[in-house]
């Protein structure tokens, strides 16, 4: 087969790949420099709306509703706009090796192709039961979440189960946007985590007390303290329980897991320095090998905020580091200087009528501020981590735009607070003063 070569190439078709292709063309590229190489059959979406619109049972989003960039208030980039701007979009092609030393990508059907920059913007994907060998955990309707093909096989199941039992296994992000809308479809739904409260990674028990009563409310069983040990199917090899660790077995029609990602980076392996699980980059998101760079959930990047080296898996960052490192691109081919990545980590969540927002660290002591009674109509609270006598993240259900900025303002300006009272008496009075 023949060669191509490109000078740019963005290997990803996530939200990343987009981003630094609308980055691109906005800072100039000659038609047949650039291509974006996905695995995926569509041009690149938004993933967060496939746990949240694209699973509504009225009124669903669907492509090319949510191509990028509209998740940020941008433009739609459809397929049409890579042709007009000479970007040639190549998909439902996987990359099965790379060498970064004669800057060469071969693909599962042979083709070759060569670039002198690359962008690595791979991503994550799933971590799955079968990976831990657990029992039965290969059967029909045990499903994962992660590209628009797998929302496809959810809906299907959904519509086919009709009124049906779920297991959701996994108490994070994906866990509790998923029993949300899956409840709004009007399933039976469970949830099964091992840690003590819902997201722990970010929440305290004091902001899981109220997500998890909420849910409650909203009829959904939470089981904690526990895992998924095996699974049994019926004779058309369909899921039927779940076994779990402390004994108890539930039925399940359709199992969906959320355990986390892994990043994607196996086709770089002792190519390129890796750090903290993912690809070490610079302020520029620049890696150990000349003129390839990494963004996203495989890059390890300089927090400049807290002085340490992080990886982050969320939208807010692939979007912003892939704008970052085609700047960086651009500047270094000009001989102008680009200045290094700023990052102030931000997550933020929607499921029911709820809407969170958390900036900054997670790190030191909390207090929590406001009404957070899982039965309120209208609940509004939040919580600030102080570490060292400095506000260093803060987090708000409820908050309004103007709201939101401030908790942000505080994370990233860090004020000094005197006494943890101050905080509790004012609560978002005092970020909204600042």
């Given at each position: ?12 078709g ?28 569509v041009?690149?979406?938004e993933?967060?709306?496939?746990s949240?619109?694209y ?12 191509h990028?960039?509209?998740?940020s ?5 459809l ?14 092609t ?10 060469t990508?071969i ?19 799933v971590?799955?039961?079968?990976d ?7 059967a ?18 959904i ?8 297991v ?17 479809n ?14 722990p990674?970010l ?9 998890e ?51 994607l980076?196996?086709l770089?392996k ?10 070490k980059?610079?302020g ?26 992080r ?9 912003k ?7 960086a691109i651009k ?11 700023d990052?102030?980590?931000?997550f ?6 709820l809407?969170w927002?958390?900036?900054g ?32 993240g ?8 103007e ?8 994370a990233?300006l ?21």
């Open positions: 087969m023949a060669e191509k070569h490109f000078k740019y190439v963005i290997l990803g996530g939200v990343s790949a987009g981003y630094a292709a609308r980055e691109f063309a906005k800072l100039g590229v000659k038609p047949g420099e650039l291509a974006l190489i996905s695995k995926e059959a041009a690149p979406y993933r967060p709306a496939l949240k619109a699973l509504f049972p009225e009124g669903a989003a669907r492509l090319p509703g949510f990028v960039c509209v998740g208030g941008g433009e739609r980039l397929p049409e706009w890579y042709k007009e701007k000479g970007i040639e979009l190549i998909l439902s996987e990359i099965v090796k790379a060498d970064l030393a004669s800057k990508l693909s599962a059907a042979g083709e070759t192709f060569k670039y002198h920059f690359l962008i690595i913007a791979t991503g994550s994907t971590i799955r039961l079968t831990f060998r657990v029992e039965g955990a290969n029909k309707n045990i499903l994962y979440l992660r590209e628009i093909d797998d929302a496809d096989k959810l809906i299907d199941v519509k086919a189960k009709k009124n049906g039992k779920v959701i296994v996994g108490g994070g992000y994906i866990g509790l946007e998923l029993s949300a809308v899956l409840k709004i009007n399933l039976d739904v469970k949830m099964v985590y091992p840690e003590p409260w819902c997201m990674r929440f305290t028990s004091g902001i899981a007390a109220f997500y009563g909420y849910y409650a409310n909203k009829g959904i069983n939470i089981i904690k303290g526990t895992v998924a040990v095996g699974f049994t199917s019926d004779a058309n090899g369909e899921v039927k329980e779940v076994k779990l660790k402390d004994g108890r077995v539930l039925e399940a029609d359709i199992v969906v897991v959320g355990v986390g990602g892994r990043p980076t196996t770089f002792g190519q390129v320095e890796e750090e903290k699980g993912g690809i980059t610079d520029f998101f620049k890696t150990s090998v000349p003129d390839v760079y990494a963004v996203g959930d495989v890059a390890t990047f300089p927090m400049k905020l807290y002085n340490d080296i990886r982050v898996e969320h939208v807010d960052h692939a979007r580091s892939a704008e970052q490192a085609v700047k500047a270094s081919e000009e001989g102008k200087p680009v200045e290094e990545y990052y102030l980590p931000y933020y969540s929607r499921a029911f009528d809407s927002q958390f900036y660290d997670n790190v030191g002591e909390t207090v929590l501020f406001g009404d957070s009674s899982p039965t309120s109509p209208k609940p509004k609270f939040g919580t600030y981590w102080i570490n060292d006598g400095k506000v260093v803060a987090f708000l259900e409820g908050g309004t735009p709201e939101n900025k401030a908790i942000a303002k505080v990233r860090q004020p000094a607070v005197e006494n943890l009272d101050q905080l509790t008496n004012e609560g978002l009075t005092f970020a909204c003063k600042i």
